[in-house]
T-cell receptor, first 114, second 114 residues
Framework: DAGVTQSPTHLIKTRGQQVTLRCSPI?????VSWYQQVLGQGPQFIFQ???????GRGNFPDRFSARQFPNYSSELNVNALLLGDSALYLC?????????????FGPGTRLTVL | AQSVTQPDIHITVSEGASLELRCNYS??????LFWYVQSPGQGLQLLLK??????LVQGIKGFEAEFKRSQSSFNLRKPSVHWSDAAEYFC????????????FGTGTRLKVLA
């Protein structure tokens, strides 16, 4: 079975621009989470969506938004990009078992803001 | 607040030597605990997880981890390291209620000497 897929792999933007990152979960998974990993740090939680509803949000500004589609894929949008938004953005999906919520990660999208 | 501490930023071991990576967590109840590995430029791969029961957990690639409640620790071990184990290792904790958010440590970078 295919794992979590993310697109694009790499992205270069300039300050003030907007970006959309995409994620397709593992087949059968209904939950998608987004994390930001700045170089040299562990991933930081941004959002989780389950059945198209936001289930959790981390400590990120309103410039960050996300949504989940009926096929459970998801998009992460970041507006008014800042240099500090440069990071690896990771998407993870979880199986329907809500007790364990084990998260399986994709390869990430490397965003560089110039 | 929940937190995860990985005290060792870098660890260097010789190939064939044993390995122990430390992880301490702060959480009021028994958490869900995870170890992930990240190769350069890659996403996170789940090595093992602990939810309940036997405190010694076996994972993939010959890794194991032991949950010690009294020490709030979940250390990762491998009896004999291979050169391919060189990577960054992350410990994570998830709440046992509302398990949508993982909190990661800052990671330990493992270097393996031939």
């Amino acid at each position: 079975d295919a794992g979590v897929t993310q697109s694009p792999t790499h992205l270069i933007k300039t300050r003030g621009q907007q970006v959309t990152l995409r994620c397709s979960p593992i087949s059968g998974h209904k939950s998608v989470s987004w994390y930001q990993q700045v170089l040299g740090q562990g991933p930081q939680f941004i959002f989780q969506y389950y059945e198209k509803e936001e289930r959790g949000r981390g400590n990120f500004p309103d410039r960050f938004s996300a949504r989940q589609f009926p096929n459970y894929s998801s998009e992460l949008n970041v507006n008014a990009l800042l240099l500090g938004d440069s990071a690896l953005y990771l998407c993870a999906s979880s199986p329907p078992d809500s007790v364990t919520n084990t998260q399986y990660f994709g390869p990430g999208t490397r965003l560089t803001v110039l | 607040a929940q937190s995860v501490t990985q005290p060792d930023i870098h660890i260097t071991v010789s190939e064939g030597a044993s390995l122990e990576l430390r992880c301490n967590y702060s959480y009021g109840a028994t958490p869900y605990l995870f170890w992930y590995v990240q190769s350069p430029g890659q996403g996170l791969q789940l090595l093992l997880k602990y939810f309940s029961g036997d405190t010694l957990v076996q994972g993939i690639k010959g890794f194991e981890a032991e949950f010690k409640r009294s020490q709030s620790s979940f250390n990762l071990r491998k009896p004999s390291v291979h050169w391919s184990d060189a990577a960054e290792y992350f410990c994570a904790v998830a709440s046992t209620s509302g398990t949508y958010k993982y909190i990661f440590g800052t990671g330990t970078r493992l270097k393996v000497l031939a």
